[in-house]
């Protein structure tokens, strides 16, 4: 069998552990999950009555272009709904602006600690990856990125740059003026290069001065955004992403994509969870509780919180993060280890319901005086 290195060096996407594994390996009955930004609510009561109706027309292919949907969506964000494609979770998207927008041998740049599905795709099509450290406040660094695209030896070779925002696994974000600032010098020309925010968690966020992305587009030519449903609508599970681009981006995606990628039950129910504005609005005030609640909580423990935009927290444990990690497995509590991001002291915590989230603390508090602090 003749496989690319590249393939060959690729380390498998690890998932958060799933509960029912956690509890066969340890024999628990009750186990919590705050390790896949999951929706704690899980989704409205609408989108399952929509699925159930579609069930009667499950033997039809799905609408290959999504027509209902992008228009949904194209109503929401007030986007012409021929500027929105649909994949199988944002995640096909990224893989397909690579494989599109980039020569093998070319690269993207991101950040360190930046969602790692950008880097995945990059290495499974031979493209390579640049990456700027995280500032100490673990932000993305654009300056830093700036200067890449200006006097890095490859810098020609630089075809996409994703900034996820706000940044998974950091829950940090990007200040409206410094992206402005960015997209002056690198968001007006697409033949050489362009930027793609990744705005999976846009809904959660309550900082004035975080971007909408969308809302820059008609300034910035060569600004692509992505967002998904698997977040604040709950949607993990049917997988859906929309990519919102111009039209002349979105025709290569339409002509690599999968002709069925999206499928029928998939857009029913996120036509009905676009409709459901009481239902997101409560995700939204709950996070926003029990994220002000978890940084309270958090440091009460000894433990650094970095803030948060997103439906996460990022804390360090002053600890080997995985023996913290594996003791809280065993008390039934499952977090999300970042070592893989090189953050091998900290933890990612979802925010659950709040029983959920009390017990983790509750859980932790027990756990850490078991674990020496590194120096
Ligand atoms: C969760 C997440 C996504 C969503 O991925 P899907 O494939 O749409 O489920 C995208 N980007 C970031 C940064 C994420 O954390």
Request: glycine share 6%.
């Amino acid at each position: 069998m003749k496989v690319s290195p590249s393939i060959q060096n690729l380390v498998p996407y690890q998932p958060g552990k799933p509960i029912s594994e956690v509890q066969r390996e340890y024999g628990l009955s009750r186990v919590i999950k705050l390790a896949s930004n999951e929706n704690p609510l899980g989704v409205s009561p609408k989108v399952k009555a929509a699925m159930e109706q579609a069930m009667a027309e499950i033997h039809r292919y799905p609408d290959p272009g999504c027509f209902e949907l992008r228009q949904a969506l194209a109503s929401y964000w007030k986007v012409p709904a021929d500027q929105i494609a649909i994949g199988n979770g944002s995640n096909e998207l990224i893989d397909l602006l690579v494989r599109i927008f980039c020569e093998p041998g070319e690269a993207i740049l991101t950040s360190q600690s930046a969602f790692v599905a950008y880097a995945v795709c990059a290495q499974a099509a031979r493209v390579r990856v640049l990456k700027t450290p995280l500032t100490p406040s673990f932000g993305m660094d654009l300056g830093a990125m700036a200067k890449v695209l200006r006097e890095h030896p490859a810098k020609e070779d630089v075809r996409l740059v994703f900034l996820p925002n706000p940044n998974n696994p950091t829950g940090t974000y990007i200040k409206r003026s410094d992206l402005e600032e960015f997209l002056q010098e690198f968001g007006k020309d697409p033949d050489r290069l362009m930027v793609v925010m990744d705005e999976a968690y846009t809904e959660f966020v309550t900082a004035k001065d975080c971007p909408n992305a969308l809302e820059l587009r008609s300034r910035f030519p060569a600004l692509l955004v992505l967002r998904t449903l698997s977040k604040v609508y709950g949607l993990a599970g049917l997988r859906l992403g929309a990519l919102v681009a111009p039209v002349g981006v979105l025709d290569f995606i339409h002509r690599v994509r999968n002709p069925f990628n999206v499928n029928s039950l998939a857009q029913a129910a996120a036509i009905a969870a676009l409709k459901d504005l009481d239902f997101l609005n409560s995700v939204v005030l709950l996070n926003t509780q029990e994220l002000q609640k978890s940084y309270i909580e958090l440091e009460k423990l000894g433990l650094s919180v970095v803030p948060s935009q997103a439906n996460f927290v990022l804390f360090d444990t002053h600890r080997d993060a995985m023996r913290v990690f594996e003791e809280l497995l065993r008390r039934g509590v499952i977090l999300r280890p970042v070592g893989n991001y090189g953050l091998p002291r900290h933890l990612r915590m979802s925010m659950g319901l709040p029983e959920e989230n009390a017990e983790a603390y509750r859980v932790l508090a027990e756990v850490l005086p078991t674990i020496p602090k590194n120096p």
